[in-house]
């Protein structure tokens, strides 16, 4: 059984209760990537069946032909038992599938009761759509799942959590057998969170097949019945989840045990390199503070939401707050746009990747020299050889992995794109690091080696904050923790301090 | 474990090779084949004073290209050009009526244009408007200020020292405008591919937040490069002025698109990120030949416009559906 | 509420508009007598036909600079048609108008879904082909007023309770259009297409189809207005509406259309018009020179778009409690 998770293992109650919608030796090839091969999924009326594997494993390859945007290459969707085809969308959606996604995709020009039903409206004299019947039945299915929101307001006005009621309320409303939500509550609340377990354990009672897919494993035990999980495109395993633990799902998805160890550290703190007083923002957050000194790894824990991001962003310049100081190395600094913190000495790695960064459509050698460039070129002129120099010598201090190094980073992995915005970053020769949620979107695999060089960092004198939502992640790495609610500081952790529990009662307010 | 057998290397494909399959020699062969074409076609196209003449059709035009590649490629666009050509050109006939000389009309032409690029500049960058917008409002706008000053009028009288940079000749057959288009084709050249403000249009192009949070300053670029396709769209206007010897508040209309159709077949994305100001150059060329060729056939020139849609829809459709059927 | 009527686009443009026929009126009362409103309002027709079709184009995040080259070559067409075959009913003049625009829209829809070409160069390239289809088929010459038929001529300004047929088909487009917009599930797909392509797929929207569609319907109303035009004016050559696209695009921008997709009505498009019509009627009214109005568009362009810029400018996150009950 030790090895046992490089097999498929036999669904042992897969003739237990009849799926309404089944996948069977489905297979999908992309040029050069076999995305999934011969995976099975099974979604049982009334049961929650969540979806597991790293980022690669094929999810939302999955999630895409279940929902007619994919044509699977080969292996059959079942339909109540029957191969049914999904060439368009709208096929998926008359077999009762629907699909809630990660950053709810709706329409923010259209009004609440035009995004539930959107294609399927309610039609009067003429075949025209009937607004009135519509606005009605949007009303019933709100009040239904228990979200009060005037169905005649426009989408734009109303917030996240909003939203996705919307979208389940679209769900809803085209008389879904299956329902589909690929990571659901990653942008929501704590409070949220709890609204849309209740919301998935109503949709459940009510006979729906529910897939859920999901990052989080306290939320797969607290919801899910069942699971399946994924690695590299294939089926690894499945079953219910009363049967297994948390570290078996873990084995599961990355094929090899995997404990939670966080690098050994020796923190030595040096000389104070930042500090700043007063930061505030007329929305965002307000009187933030702190000291920072070299070699220190200082952690920001909060909710989702607690306004962390927003003043980190402010701190590298993005925004601009609307009071507050800033001094690095002892010299107060004025910083009005990034470039201006790049000049200080203090750099940020941005959570969102693909858009903030790196730069998909060019080269990993340009990625990493455009903050440097003004330091390696000629009065403005381009260096090549120089750029590649520099590029090479970061890139391998963090391992990289790539075919070349005028590979597009568009075209390597979560983790590997992450080690190109830092080799991007350390190239500058910074005093600070700022990383935001630097382990997100990437492997378990991968995860380690990134704690492993922020360590490592920090050891070569080097003064890290690490934003980060997983409470492991902070207390393993950080020497301090500030914790943000609602826009403030509401606590500085240091020491025995360093616990969940206190963590989490700062950051929710208890 | 020894390091060297992970090391990455810098290329896969050298550069030369890389440069074979690009769409800049698919250009080339193109433009070859309409020069021999032409050749062909009419007894008096290998004439050493034609083709200098035929140059005309496109140096002023791959002035403003030229800037309005690195535009594009920034992800941004200018439609006001031609307008700013207007209002530069009746700058400098109204500064003749004031008695003002050469130097001074030269230096008018520029200042027009500089000022334009900057009003659009500003519009973009500071108000954070969408560029098409904005400079679909400033070519109405600018143009309908010519209007306003000359209505049916025209103005006339520049001196013939004025008139040299439009009709003059540098050497036997090289006119000073072909000097001129040479010169600031390297320069742009220069500008984009060797220099880091280059790297930087390039970074915005592909991905203005991305670009931001490098610490590159977006904005101030895409100011600049405003601010360089005024300064063109004015060193336009001096040439095609002094060409012309007269200035009509009608002057150089529709140039906005043609000026887009050159950037367009010569390799610049629409959508921002990629080009080169080889493809420009070469797609001046094209366009000049395939102008000047069926003009020696008597083909009028609003048919010439035929061939050049349908060469602006061509080269980018043929590669496609070429892609299409191979895929079945 | 107050606050939600106050921002609407359209009524800031209705007001807009109120103002500058007060402005006019105070001191050409005649400006506003109803018969001569109805004369700007049919002199505006045209704009607002192709205002409406290029409004639902741009709220797919497209552009379409073809429609004046469109209305050129199928109001030459008809015209030739006309003057070969003087006796064809005004009916299947109507028909090959509109059939016609038609199929010309339909070719750059094509282009843009099946080719995915970017539709400003699509467009770019299809109005200077059009335009040289002109010249080809018409050998560069003008069908001129006396050589159209007196039937073929009289149907646009056929006087119908005060207001010619023009006028009268450019409501009838406005009212059809308002019901198509929000009342039909290809109207919403519009919508949703441009204001969130992605989405869209996953709500069983085709968006490269839904493009097409746009296209075809700005082609349709373009070939319609192509016959309207070349019959009101009496005459067609090569360059008639030469530039006219950058005037259509200027009132969808002023009726509050979002150039990014997503964004924008039928009201907008008709009051975007109107405002730029009103505008080009006044101007020799009060006695300035028509050679104001191109500087006059140009300068509304860029304050309505500057004005909806501000308007729909994205806010930050709310976090703090103190800005939450501020707001």
């Known amino acids: 059984m030790l090895k046992q998770s490089d097999t498929i293992m036999p669904s042992e109650r897969a003739t237990a209760e009849p799926a309404v919608l089944a996948l069977s ?41 279940l929902t007619g945007i994919y044509q699977p290459d080969g292996g059959d969707i079942l339909v109540n038992g029957v191969p049914t085809a999904f060439p368009v969308p709208q096929a998926a959606a008359d077999n009762g599938v ?169 923190p030595d703190p040096g000389d104070e390199v930042l500090k700043v007083a007063g930061y505030s923002h007329p929305t965002e957050f307000e009187d933030i503070g702190f000291t920072l000194r070299r070699g220190e790894i200082l952690g920001f824990y909060g909710l989702v939401g607690a306004g962390r991001s927003e003043f980190m962003q402010a701190l590298f310049g993005i925004t601009r707050p609307s009071a507050g ?58 260096k090549l050889a120089e750029e590649f120099r520099l590029a090479r010598e970061y890139t391998e201090r963090l391992d990289l992995r790539a075919a070349s190094l005028d590979t597009h980073v568009g075209n390597l992995s979560g983790g590997n794109q992450q080690k190109v915005v830092i080799a991007k970053w350390l190239a500058t020769r910074p005093k600070v690091i700022i990383l935001d949620e630097p382990t997100k979107g990437v492997d378990i695999g991968s995860k380690a080696a990134v704690h492993e060089f922020t360590a490592e960092l920090a050891a070569q004198g080097l003064a890290v904050i690490m934003v980060s939502s997983e409470i492991p992640e902070v207390l393993g790495m950080s020497d301090r923790v500030i914790v943000m609610r609602e826009g403030r500081m509401v606590a500085e952790l240091a020491g025995d301090d360093l616990q969940p529990e206190t963590l989490v009662r700062h950051a929710a307010g208890i | 474990m020894s390091t060297t057998d992970r090391v990455i290397p810098d290329r896969l494909r050298s550069p030369f090779e890389q440069r074979l399959k690009s769409w800049e020699t698919l250009l080339l062969f193109v433009a070859i084949g309409i020069f021999v074409a032409n050749s062909f076609a009419s007894p008096y196209f290998l004439n050493a004073w034609n083709l200098s003449d035929a140059t005309f059709n496109f140096t002023e035009k791959a002035m403003i290209a030229f800037a309005m590649a690195l535009l594009i490629i920034s992800g941004e666009i200018d439609l006001s050009v031609a307008s700013i050509i207007a209002l530069a050109s009746t700058a400098m006939g109204a ?33 954070g408007l969408p560029s098409i917008v904005v400079t679909i409002g400033t070519m109405s706008l600018f143009r309908g200020i010519s209007y306003i000053v000359l209505g049916d009028q025209a103005f006339r009288g520049y001196p013939a020292s004025f008139s040299w940079f439009g009709q003059g000749y540098v050497w036997w057959v090289i006119s000073f405008e072909f000097v001129l288009f040479a010169v600031i084709a390297l320069i742009y050249a220069v500008l984009l591919h060797k220099t880091n403000f280059g790297r930087a249009v390039y970074a915005i192009g592909n991905n203005a937040t991305g670009a931001m949070f490098s610490g590159i300053r977006v904005q101030r670029v895409r100011f600049i490069l405003f601010l360089l396709t005024g300064l063109m769209s004015g060193v336009a206007a001096i040439c095609l002025t002094a060409r012309l010897g007269s200035t009509r508040p009608s002057i150089a209309t529709g140039w906005e698109l043609e000026i887009v159709t050159m950037v367009v077949l010569g390799g610049v994305s629409i959508l921002g990120g990629s080009g080169t100001i080889v493809g420009v150059v070469i797609a001046a060329f094209v366009m000049g030949l395939v102008t000047f060729g069926l003009g020696l056939l008597n083909v009028p020139g609003i048919v010439m416009s035929i061939v050049i849609g349908a060469l602006l829809i061509g080269v980018i459709a043929l590669p496609r559906l070429w892609a299409m059927w191979r895929a079945g | 509420m107050l606050k939600r009527l106050v921002t609407s686009r359209e009524i800031l443009l209705v007001g807009a508009i109120v103002l500058l026929l007060m402005l006019i009126s105070s001191r050409f009362p005649g400006f506003i007598a109803p018969a001569n409103l109805a004369n700007v309002f049919n002199d505006t027709s045209p704009l607002i036909l192709l205002a409406i079709g290029q409004m639902i184009v741009i709220l797919t995040k497209c552009i379409d600079l073809s429609v004046a080259a469109n209305l050129a070559l199928t109001g030459m067409v008809v015209s030739m048609v006309n003057v070969a075959a003087p ?27 099946k080719l995915a070409i970017p539709p400003i160069v699509v467009t770019l390239g299809t109005m200077t082909i059009f335009r040289g289809i002109i010249f080809v088929i018409s050998d560069g010459k003008w069908v001129n007023s006396h050589e159209m038929s007196p039937a073929f001529k009289a149907f646009p300004r056929a006087d119908i309770l005060g207001l010619p047929v023009l006028g ?123 050679f104001w109005q191109l500087a006059i568009s140009g300068g509304a362009i860029i304050v309505a778009v500057a004005l909806n810029a501000q308007a729909n400018r994205e806010k930050g996150r709310i976090i703090l409690k103190r800005a939450e009950q501020a707001s």
């Open chain 1, 98 to 266: 629907t699909a809630i996604h990660q950053e709810t995709v709706l329409f923010d020009e259209l009004s609440v009761a035009e995004n539930i039903f959107l294609g399927h409206a309610p039609r009067g004299a003429f075949g025209l759509i009937d607004r009135k019947a519509m606005t009605r039945k949007a009303g019933e299915i709100l009040d239904g799942i228990g979200a009060g929101i005037d169905p005649g307001h426009k989408l734009r006005d109303l917030g996240i959590a909003n939203k996705h009621l919307v979208a389940i309320a679209r769900a809803l409303s085209i008389d879904a057998r299956v329902v589909i939500m690929d990571e659901p509550t990653a942008a929501l609340s704590h409070k949220e969170i709890e609204e849309l377990y209740e919301l998935v354990e109503s949709l459940r009672a009510q006979g729906k097949a529910i897939l859920f897919i999901s990052h989080k494993f306290d939320e797969i035990f607290r919801i899910a019945d069942n699971y399946t999980v994924f690695r590299d495109g294939q089926l690894i395993g499945d079953g219910a989840v009363s049967d297994v633990t948390e570290a078996d799902l873990v084995k599961m998805m990355v094929g090899r045990d995997v404990s939670q160890i966080f690098p050994k550290r020796t």
């Open chain 1, 25 to 65: 030796g489905i297979t999908k090839t992309f040029p050069g990537v076999k995305a999934l091969s011969e995976v099975s999924l099974n979604l049982i009326p009334g049961k929650v069946t969540a979806l597991i594997g790293e980022n690669g494993a094929g999810k939302s390859t999955v999630v895409k032909i």
């Open chain 3, 87 to 113: 006796g064809l009913p005004i009916v299947f003049i109507l028909v090959i108008a509109i059939g016609l625009g038609t199929l010309l829209g339909m070719i750059n829809g094509i282009l843009v879904w």
């Open chain 2, 95 to 127: 500064a003749v009526q004031m008695g003002v000389g050469t130097p001074g009309l030269v230096l008018t032409g520029l200042g027009v244009g500089l000022i334009c690029g900057a009003f659009n500049g500003v519009l973009v960058t500071r108000l």
């Open chain 3, 168 to 290: 009268w088909i450019a409501i009838l487009a406005v009212i059809i259009f308002s019901v198509v917009m929000t009342r039909t599930t290809l109207g919403r797909a519009f919508y949703a297409a441009g204001g969130n392509p992605h989405a869209a797929t996953y709500a069983g929207i085709n968006v490269g189809k839904t493009q097409f569609w746009a296209f075809t319907i700005s082609g349709a109303l373009a070939g319609l207005t192509g016959y309207l035009w070349v019959s009101r004016f009496a005459v067609s050559y090569v360059d008639i509406a030469g530039g006219f696209e950058l005037d259509v695009v200027a009132a969808c921008v002023i009726g509050g259309v979002s150039i990014m997709g997503g964004i924008g009505t039928v009201a907008g498009a008709l009051l975007g018009a109107l405002f730029l019509g009103i505008i080009k009627n006044a101007l020799p009214v009060v006695d300035i020179s028509p």
């Open chain 1, 325 to 382: 100081t800033v001094e690095v190395a002892g010299t107060p600094v004025q910083i009005r746009s990034a470039a201006d913190a790049v000049g200080n000495g203090i750099v940020y790695v941005p959570e969102d990747r693909g858009r903030q960064g790196a730069i998909l459509d060019l080269p990993i050698f340009q990625n990493v020299t455009l903050p440097s460039l003004g330091r390696i070129s000629g009065k403005g002129f381009l």
